[in-house]
């Protein structure tokens, strides 16, 4: 007894040691970033800072939830919220409530990198056992060049955040169908967070292991144990997300637009390697490192089964972000056109990042195994050198934009209310908040009425315009109406000289619900998709809220139950 205390205690210890040395590592990637006091703004930032602007403002309220925006997004009622994970951009609105915005996404943005690390970790850890090989992973995975452009370099946050989860979903996978399927609860835990992240990174994921689990019946015959460890999986799935899973059902009606799907922004696989080989953070490469265990992976893997699949699943990727693949073929056969939610096929690259890592790991972990004592921690530090200097090579462009020290790139008030910022334009605590008076360059109108979502095209759509513009309608004559943004609500403030048809510049969706003076009345539905009702002569306040459904409430408070559940018995 004595002897296991005294194992376990020294486990405990070690796996501390780890945590702190992934605190460092964190650290080191945010620091000179939070020393400059400066964001440099990006096509993708506008619409993931709006959404944390929105949920910031909402807790300054006391309101936890949000559902719509009333206070970014112009206070047009967008309902992106409903549709688009906001989870984990709750520490980051969270931090703002304490320290200044700069900082607080910094500090975000360290904490994600901190949690990718830890997520890696534990996945190789269960995978390999090997602790010193886990740590290599974590470092590599997380400073994969397509990891480093979604986070600091792009802002493409949703994508960048379920790129944390990545390795959970896929040890879950491998412990339900070949390892010790008593941790079934990872699987379901990775596909939970990675849905509370990003829709589509959900839906890629979901297919890459619906084609795992059909290649998988076909070689290996599946245990009771193993398929009961696979339903449990699904049912705590349900349990944890049915909650975010819900204004999918209830207000995704047919008359809102979706984004539009197809196969865009293809590379070839020449410009795959020449661009990992440049080790800049973006989006057509994967890194120096990575791109080397695509090269050289085969000759150590090639006595190892369970590896040589890893390594294959990392070659397969990678040729799925290329036009290897006909995708111009593809978006050409109707019956195969869902496959157009993938939209941009470099998406691929967090796959092929995730098990290039791995093989990557076994490079150095067999490297590793000709060496003992202190040369074998040596060689180990160099390793985690070249890492670290390998991140600081691909961010190198990201830190050159925040150390600009041309005032004209400080970014200033719009002269145009209808202007979109500059790419690569300044924010810092003192003007911060000028950024939300720009038009979102990608995202603005995403999840408006069909009538009014202008794909990215305000300035070429009138609907759209007039209500980011807050234009209200009485009797068809355009008139700018006072508000006050509340939170998943807005009041507007009328006087009217006669009895008049008011239009509103206020999307609404099926829960959306309007009182005048705090009484509820009934509303139709304009031709911009907003809402449009009769008031009469004198003054009139107009609320607008969204209101979901009490089992909403009740399906979250599930979540929390099955959350804490999870905590008490494993």
Request: charge should be positive.
């Amino acid at each position: 007894m004595a002897e296991n205390f005294l194992s376990k205690r020294t486990e405990w210890g070690k796996t501390l040691g780890t945590l702190l040395l992934f605190v460092v590592f964190s650290i080191i990637f945010i620091y000179f970033f939070i020393r400059s006091g400066k964001l440099a703004v990006s096509v993708d930032s506008g619409f993931h800072f709006s959404r944390a602007e929105e949920i910031y403002q909402n807790l300054k309220d006391k309101q936890l939830f949000t559902f719509i925006a009333t206070h970014a997004f112009h206070g047009s009622g967008a309902g992106s919220f409903l549709f688009y994970p906001t989870v984990f951009l709750y520490p980051w609105a969270i931090l703002r409530l304490f320290v200044e915005p700069v900082a607080a996404f910094y500090l975000w943005y360290g904490g994600m990198l901190f949690l990718t690390l830890c997520c890696a970790y534990y996945a190789m850890r269960r995978f390999a056992g090997d602790r010193l090989r886990a740590i290599l992973f974590a470092l590599f995975y997380t400073i994969g060049a397509y990891h480093l452009y979604l986070g600091i370099m792009n802002y493409v946050l949703g994508e960048f955040i379920a790129y944390t989860f990545l390795p959970l979903v896929f040890c879950g996978f491998y412990e339900v169908f070949f390892g010790d399927e008593k941790h079934w609860p990872v699987l379901a835990v990775g596909m939970t967070l990675i849905f509370y992240s990003h829709i589509l990174s959900t839906v890629i994921t979901v297919g890459t292991l619906a084609i795992l689990f059909i290649v998988t019946l076909c070689f290996k015959k599946i245990t009771r144990n193993r398929w009961s460890a696979l339903v449990k999986a699904c049912l705590l799935t349900l349990a944890l997300s049915a909650w975010q899973l819900l204004p999918f059902l209830t207000d995704h009606t047919k008359e809102l637009a979706d984004p539009p799907f197809g196969f865009w922004f293809l590379c070839s696989m020449q410009e795959i390697w020449a661009r990992s080989l440049e080790n800049i953070a973006n989006n057509h490469g994967i890194g120096f490192a990575l791109i080397l265990a695509a090269l050289f992976g085969w000759y150590f893997v090639k006595n190892a089964p369970k590896e040589r699949y890893v390594y294959l699943l990392g070659i397969v990727f990678l040729i799925l972000a290329t036009d290897l693949v006909p995708y111009g073929l593809l978006n050409e056969i109707k019956s195969l056109a869902f496959l157009q939610t993938i939209q941009f096929p470099y998406r691929f690259l967090a796959y092929a990042s995730l098990f290039l890592a791995a093989t990557l790991s076994l490079i150095f972990s067999e490297m590793l195994t000709h060496f003992k004592g202190r040369q074998k921690y040596f060689l180990c530090g160099l390793i985690i050198i070249f890492g670290l200097g390998s991140y600081f090579s691909s961010v190198l462009p990201a830190l050159q934009r925040v150390k600009n020290q041309d005032p004209a790139a400080i970014l200033a008030p719009p002269t145009d209310k209808l202007q979109i910022s500059e790419d690569g334009k300044l924010l810092t605590k003192e003007n911060y908040a000028n950024f939300f008076k720009y038009v979102i360059t990608y995202g603005e109108t995403d999840y408006f009425p069909k009538v009014a979502f202008s794909y990215n095209k305000i300035l070429e759509h009138p609907k759209a315009q007039g209500i980011i513009l807050q234009k209200a309608y009485i009797d068809g004559r355009p008139q700018n109406v006072q508000t006050k943004a509340l939170a998943n609500a807005k009041k507007y403030y009328l006087t009217l000289g006669k009895a008049a048809k008011v239009d509103l510049p206020f999307v609404v969706y099926a829960r959306t619900k309007v009182t005048v003076d705090g009484k509820e009345v009934p509303f139709k539905v304009s031709s911009r998709g907003t809402a449009v009702l009769t008031l009469p002569k004198g003054k009139s306040v107009v609320t607008l809220r969204y209101a979901p459904p009490k089992i909403y409430y009740v399906l979250w408070g599930l979540a929390v139950i099955s959350w804490l559940s999870l905590l008490v018995i494993f």
